[in-house]
C-alpha cells in the first residue's frame, strides 16, 4: 500500500481499532482556564455560533501534527479561534491584538 | 499533559511593585504565574466574544458553576433508583434524558439523547467515544483523560476484555461485550449489575457505591467499592 494512503483513510481523530499502548488510568484535575474554555464551548453551542460536530471536526483539521502535540483543551481554543475567522465573527488581526493586549496586563519587570 | 499547578506555597522573592500598573484590578494575578500562549488565547478569545456582545458576560461563569455541579454522585442516583425502583427502570431505559430531567431534575444543558444500557448476567455494556471525548456529561460531569487518550479509544473496540483486564474487570467467556461509540447527539450510560448481598441497602447506601467507572461500564459494582473519585 502506499505510504501515504493511511494519512487519507484515516483521519488523526479515528482511532477506533488500531493498536496502541496499555491504558494509563491518568486523570487531573482541570486548570482554571481549561474549565473556562470547557464552560467557551457550552455557551458558544447554546448561541448556535459553534457546535459539538463543528467542534470535533474543527480539531480534526488542526492536522496530525497539532492533533499529536497540543493538550486537550489547548486543540479546543485553537480550534474555536479558526472556526470563528471561518464565520466571519473574528479576525486573526484582531486575536493576535487582543492577545498582545493580554499578554502585556500579566507582563511583569524582571527583578534581578 | 501533566498537572502540577497549584504552587500557592512558593517563596515570595520577586518583586511586588505595585507601582502606576494600571491592570492591577485582579488582585490574584499577584500570585499566579503569568499565562501561557493557550491560556492567553483563551482569554482574548472569551473577551472579544463578550466585546462584540456574541456571548454575555457573565455565562461563561455561569455554566462552570452548572459544570461544577455535575458529578458521578447525580448518575449514582439515578442508577440507584432504577435498582430499587422497577417502574422508574423501566422509564429510564425507554428514555434516559426524559427520566433524568422530569425525575431528577437533570438539566441536559448540552442538548444531547441519553441512552441507559443495562448491564445483565449475559450482557456486560461498556461506553467510549472512539472520535472525540463523548460523554454523558450532564449525569457523570466532566470525563476522566484516559477516556480522552488515545489508548483506550483505539483499543477497547478491538480488544474490549484486554481492557477491561487492564481496569481489573474480568467478565467471563460466555457474557456478551458490548461497546457503544458515542456521538455529538448521542451519550450512553451503563446501568450496572446490583451486587449481590445489597438486599437491605437504602437506596442511599446503594448510591455510595456506584463510582463513575462503574456507570462507564469498565468496573463492576462491588461492596468493596465505596465512593471513591
Known amino acids: 500500500m502506499n505510504s501515504t494512503a493511511n494519512l487519507v483513510n484515516r483521519l488523526p481523530s479515528?482511532?477506533?481499532?488500531?493498536?496502541?499502548?496499555?491504558?494509563?488510568?491518568?486523570?487531573?484535575?482541570?486548570?482554571?482556564?481549561?474549565?473556562?474554555?470547557?464552560?467557551?464551548?457550552?455557551?458558544?453551542?447554546?448561541?448556535?455560533?459553534?457546535?459539538?460536530?463543528?467542534?470535533?471536526?474543527?480539531?480534526?483539521?488542526?492536522?496530525?501534527?497539532?492533533?499529536?502535540?497540543?493538550?486537550?483543551?489547548?486543540?479546543?481554543?485553537?480550534?474555536?479561534?479558526?472556526?470563528?475567522?471561518?464565520?466571519?465573527l473574528l479576525t486573526p488581526e484582531e486575536l493576535a491584538l487582543k492577545m498582545e493586549e493580554v499578554e502585556a496586563r500579566h507582563t511583569t519587570t524582571p527583578t534581578a | 499533559m501533566t498537572t502540577d499547578t497549584h504552587h500557592h506555597d512558593h517563596d515570595h522573592d520577586h518583586d511586588h511593585q505595585h507601582g502606576p500598573n494600571p491592570h492591577h484590578q485582579d488582585p490574584k494575578n499577584v500570585d499566579t504565574p503569568p499565562p501561557g500562549y493557550y491560556e492567553i488565547m483563551e482569554i482574548a478569545v472569551r473577551e472579544l466574544l463578550i466585546e462584540k456582545k456574541l456571548i454575555g458576560p457573565g455565562e461563561i461563569r455561569r455554566q462552570i458553576e452548572v459544570l461544577d455541579s455535575r458529578t458521578p454522585a447525580l448518575g449514582a442516583k439515578v442508577v440507584a433508583r432504577a435498582w430499587v425502583d422497577p417502574e422508574f427502570k423501566a422509564r429510564l431505559l425507554a428514555n434516559g434524558r426524559l427520566a433524568c430531567e422530569r425525575e431528577f431534575g437533570i438539566s441536559f444543558y448540552d442538548d444531547t439523547q441519553l441512552i441507559v444500557l443495562e448491564n445483565t448476567d449475559k450482557i456486560h455494556n461498556v461506553v467510549v467515544c472512539t472520535l472525540c471525548s463523548c460523554y454523558p456529561r450532564p449525569v457523570l460531569g466532566l470525563p476522566p483523560d484516559w477516556y480522552k487518550a488515545k489508548p483506550y479509544r483505539a483499543r477497547v473496540v478491538k480488544e474490549p476484555r484486554a481492557v477491561l483486564s487492564e481496569f481489573g474487570t474480568e467478565i467471563p467467556a460466555e457474557v456478551e461485550i458490548r461497546v457503544n461509540d458515542s456521538t455529538a447527539m448521542l451519550r450512553y450510560l451503563v446501568l450496572p449489575k446490583r451486587p449481590v448481598g445489597t438486599e437491605d441497602f437504602s437506596e442511599e447506601q446503594l448510591a455510595s457505591l456506584v463510582t463513575r467507572d462503574t456507570m462507564i461500564g469498565v468496573v463492576n459494582v462491588s461492596l468493596a467499592n465505596k465512593n471513591t473519585p
Open chain 1, 14 to 88: 479515528d482511532l477506533g481499532g488500531l493498536p496502541a499502548e496499555p491504558i494509563q488510568q491518568i486523570d487531573h484535575v482541570l486548570l482554571p482556564w481549561e474549565k473556562r474554555c470547557h464552560a467557551l464551548a457550552d455557551v458558544l453551542d447554546f448561541h448556535k455560533i459553534i457546535n459539538t460536530e463543528e467542534k470535533r471536526r474543527g480539531v480534526e483539521q488542526l492536522g496530525s501534527e497539532m492533533v499529536g502535540k497540543l493538550t486537550y483543551y489547548e486543540r479546543w481554543i485553537v480550534c474555536f479561534a479558526n472556526l470563528l475567522f471561518q464565520k466571519g
